[in-house]
């Protein structure tokens, strides 16, 4: 488990797969396969997940440090997550089906070689700047950077719980004790109003539960996730524009709108036909109705 494997196999997949590029700082392998990698990866932290299809990675921590160990897919395993996904979900043995087909996808991905493994160089908050988060709220936290995750109750002296909030800054997540008894909290859940709790004490939790994602940098950067509607809004916002000049009286065709709008924006080519055959059945007024933006009930 502790010896250092360069895997050539490994290298080539690392370059072959589709959106797989180690960053820079990426070193050798600290574990053969997945597998191994998951038996040290520490207990209640989020190790492994699929990501698109593309990699699975564990994450570990050695002497003080947090690594992050990437395995990418390969042709079997998209093959068997394939036939897991194609379960006919209304055959009677549907759940046994889906059982076994899960089980060899988890199976396999044991088995898969880490290309590659990288040392998480950002480092948390220190003890005064987790101090300077207590009597702070929830809400003022956000302000400044910080994003709520998970919340809930842990055991605390005698019968009375405490209210936990996990708070991600960068890369790392932070145990957030808020002053609230359990009705308080219960309460603040049913209004809307968990920003107004105060955070009296702060608590390293480690990397984030999503650090096996790349989108989180080894360097404490977060890589914003691209938008997948964002060129839907365009397109609504032109093919608007041009049924109110079609209203107006204007001559225009429909066919040279969309052939200009799938050029720019080719993976909604189904949507703007959509939109083309709705134009063509209902017309000007009656895909204008449509796409306005519903009335408030009174």
């Not at 920003?195 to 977060?222: Q, S």
């Not at 009286?249 to 703007?272: M, S, V």
Request: include cysteine; charge should be negative.
């Amino acid at each position: 488990m502790k010896k250092l494997i360069v895997l050539a196999l490994a290298a080539v997949l690392l370059f072959t797969v589709s959106g797989v590029l180690a960053e820079e700082g990426a070193g050798a392998p600290l574990y053969a396969t997945v597998g191994e990698a998951m038996e040290d990866s520490a207990e209640g932290r989020v190790v492994s997940g699929g990501v698109n299809g593309e990699y699975i990675a564990v994450v570990t921590r050695r002497d003080g440090k947090y690594y992050r160990s990437v395995a990418p897919y390969d042709e079997k395993l998209n093959e068997l997550v394939e036939a897991l996904d194609s379960l006919d979900y209304e055959a009677d043995d549907f759940f046994e089906k889906h059982e076994a087909a899960m089980q060899a996808v988890e199976d396999y991905e044991k088995t898969l070689p880490i290309a590659y493994s990288e040392v998480f160089t950002a480092e948390p908050l220190t003890d005064a700047e987790m101090a300077s988060m207590c009597g702070k709220t929830l809400a003022q936290l956000t302000e400044e950077g910080f994003e709520i995750g998970s919340n809930g109750t842990e055991p605390g002296e005698g019968d009375d719980p405490i209210i936990v909030f996990s708070l991600r800054f960068g890369v790392y997540d932070y145990n957030c004790t808020v002053d609230a008894d359990f009705d308080r909290y219960v309460d603040a859940q049913d209004n809307g109003t968990e920003g107004e709790l105060v955070v009296k004490d702060v608590a390293l939790a480690g990397i984030t539960e999503w650090g096996y994602n790349r989108m989180f940098h080894t360097d404490g950067t977060v890589e914003e996730p691209e938008d997948p509607f964002a060129g839907y809004g365009e397109i609504l916002t032109e093919m608007t524009a041009f049924l109110e000049k079609v209203q107006a009286g204007e001559k225009l065709d429909i066919g040279e709108l969309a052939a200009a709008l799938k050029e720019k924006f080719p993976d909604y080519a189904d949507t703007i036909d959509m939109y083309v055959t709705l134009y063509r059945t209902l017309g000007a007024d009656g895909l204008a109705s449509m796409l306005a933006p519903a009335e408030p009930a009174e």
